[in-house]
């Protein structure tokens, strides 16, 4: 409230920020399921994408579900905090993820012998979170 005047301010957010924050959060809970999936039920995981499972995919799964549920964790935070250039530091990563997971999953459908099913669970998840942030950039560039 302003002393002098009496008037309530409101903190308006950009159309730009409030798509973002939503990104934010969708992207967080989707990382927190996948890493949880990951440690807890890697033979499902590995069973829904058909590939073999052995002792070193549980390692990795395990690993990769910490990283993951971490990444989580740090999105859902960003979307949720109140200052805006958390949210737009944050993204700054997710878009360079989303890009090189994307790529990564793409040169191993090319490059090997993988399906596009198998590597698509993660290449589409990295999909549509780079687009997600990407459009957030481009609105808030045309944003007054």
Same mark, same amino acid.
């Given at each position: ?7 309530? #301010?409101?903190?308006?957010? &950009? &159309? ?18 996948? +890493?949880? /999936? =990951?440690?807890?039920?890697? *033979? ?9 499972? !052995?002792?070193?995919? @549980?390692? @990795?799964?395990?690993?990769? !579900? ?7 964790? =740090?999105?859902?935070?960003? !979307? ?24 990564? +999953? ?11 099913? *198998?590597?698509?669970?993660? /290449? ?13 950039? @481009? =609105?808030? #560039?045309?944003?007054?």
């Amino acid at each position: 409230m302003n002393n002098e005047t009496g008037a309530i #301010r409101i903190k308006i957010e &950009s &159309s730009s920020l409030k798509w973002l924050r939503k990104a934010l959060i969708v992207n967080g809970i989707g990382d927190i399921l996948i +890493g949880l /999936t =990951m440690m807890l039920f890697p *033979q499902k995981l590995i069973a829904l994408v058909n590939l073999t499972y !052995g002792i070193e995919v @549980l390692y @990795l799964s395990g690993g990769w !579900g910490i990283a993951a549920l971490s990444f989580g964790i =740090m999105r859902l935070y960003a !979307g949720f905090h109140p200052n805006h250039e958390i949210c737009w530091f944050t993204a700054i990563f997710g878009l360079l993820e989303g890009a090189v997971l994307t790529a990564f +999953g793409l040169f191993l459908w090319f490059a090997t012998e993988l399906r596009f099913f *198998q590597v698509s669970l993660s /290449t589409l998840f990295a999909f549509f979170f780079l687009i997600a942030y990407g459009t957030a950039f @481009l =609105m808030r #560039r045309k944003e007054p």
